[in-house]
């Protein structure tokens, strides 16, 4: 089980939380700011939106495989030296993003990006895990991957909305600047976060770490539902912008407001989809949260009318904010005196996921958007049915504890 922070008033520790979410939202936003204008920046760049579609994978990719790195860094040297250099590389080299001249410069940019600042959410989530006991998790996960759902929707939202006033250029300055404006609001609470967890281990003694996390049926159950699910929703949500523009005609402004219902669930209902699964149990929530991303899936297949379409993205939010909270809510209990460890390869998995999921949509549209909709969305049905016997463990030690 991960130390718990003691003796921390309520108000500092909420405040952090809240400091946290601010962070976790705003690399989220940039993350899935460009979805909307793919077809402008292809036209900026004198190439297809697909062909520049390959800069999100080209950041969460690398941002997911360096998530391993962070989360050893930050049990050898502590947490607050690693985070804030890790805000520091996401505001310098977002604001440098601008600078690109062409395709290739870009995804350059964001591959840096991606490598620079992926120590911010795994860490964030581990604060969680040394600063609230397990019983009271879900509700400050709940805000946190609030904030990632919000990140990803607000990001496509208003990257739509304001490319065409302020350009793709200004958006990575105004992002690098918030960032940084973050990362100064971050310092004062300096003095409350954790320093180092766990002294320095040779190779072998964090390959056998990897090899404990994963070799539990909890362990390995969960982390490869974090990757199958993660790809479902980014490959899902990352095209979203272009097929609400091939569908129904919609330009960047149209794109942005069709997909704002997405961040909906997760800012109003995140912390009391956390505190229900910390009365009820995670393996109840679980299965449901799988079937509803797998019904709106199957419900954007449909030629039905633009109201349609963005209420299945509202429900599709809606899925991921009753999945992979939950999923990281499991995860914390996992890492044992390597929290960082634990939620780094959680963090790996779940941007790579990201990453990969984003590709294999992308690489499978020349069979059009219906059958590539109607092929995730019955994946990710049959995790929902295989998840109610691997998670029914999952409940409140009073209900018989995990297994």
Do not use: K
């Amino acid at each position: 089980m991960t130390p718990v922070t003691p003796d921390l008033p309520d108000a500092s520790r909420e405040r952090l939380l809240r400091v946290l979410a601010a962070a976790t939202f705003i690399i989220f936003f940039q993350a899935f700011m460009v979805a909307p204008v793919l077809p402008q920046l292809g036209e900026a760049f004198g190439t297809s939106p697909e062909r520049v579609g390959l800069i999100v994978p080209a950041y969460l990719i690398p941002y997911g495989v360096a998530t391993l790195v962070y989360g050893l860094l930050a049990d050898r040297l502590g947490i607050w030296r690693v985070m804030s250099g890790s805000l520091t590389a996401f505001a310098v080299l977002t604001a440098l993003t601008a600078t690109a001249g062409s395709v290739e410069q870009l995804a350059l940019w964001r591959l840096l990006t991606g490598l620079g600042a992926s120590g911010v959410v795994p860490l964030g989530l581990v604060l969680v895990g040394r600063l609230f006991p397990y019983e009271r998790r879900g509700r400050p996960l709940g805000w946190l991957f609030g904030a990632m759902a919000g990140g990803m929707a607000f990001g496509s939202t208003f990257g739509g909305l304001l490319e065409p006033s302020i350009g793709w250029r200004g958006l990575f300055l105004a992002v690098g600047a918030a960032g940084a404006a973050i990362l100064l609001v971050l310092m004062p609470s300096r003095g409350i976060i954790p320093g180092a967890t766990a002294a320095g281990a040779d190779l072998g003694t964090l390959f056998r770490g990897y090899r404990d996390l994963l070799i539990s049926p909890r362990g390995r159950r969960t982390y490869a539902y974090v990757l199958l699910n993660s790809m479902f929703h980014s490959g899902v949500f990352t095209w979203l912008g272009l097929y609400f523009e091939r569908r129904y005609g919609l330009g960047p402004v149209g794109v942005g407001l069709a997909l704002l219902g997405y961040g909906i669930p997760g800012f109003l209902l995140g912390p009391v989809i956390g505190r229900v699964a910390d009365r009820h149990g995670r393996g109840r929530l679980l299965p449901l949260g799988l079937l509803l991303g797998a019904l709106a899936a199957a419900a954007l297949t449909l030629d039905g009318p633009l109201l349609l379409a963005a209420v299945a993205v509202t429900v599709l939010s809606l899925g991921y904010d009753m999945t992979q909270p939950l999923f990281a809510g499991i995860v914390t209990a996992l890492g044992g005196q390597r929290p960082g460890q634990a939620m780094g390869l959680n963090v790996c998995l779940l941007f790579t996921g990201f990453g990969l999921g984003s590709l294999l949509f992308g690489s499978m549209l020349r069979l059009d958007y219906g059958p590539v909709l109607a092929v995730f969305a019955a994946a990710e049905l049959a995790l929902a049915l295989a998840a109610v016997r691997l998670f029914r463990s999952e409940v409140p030690p009073a209900g018989g504890g995990h297994r």
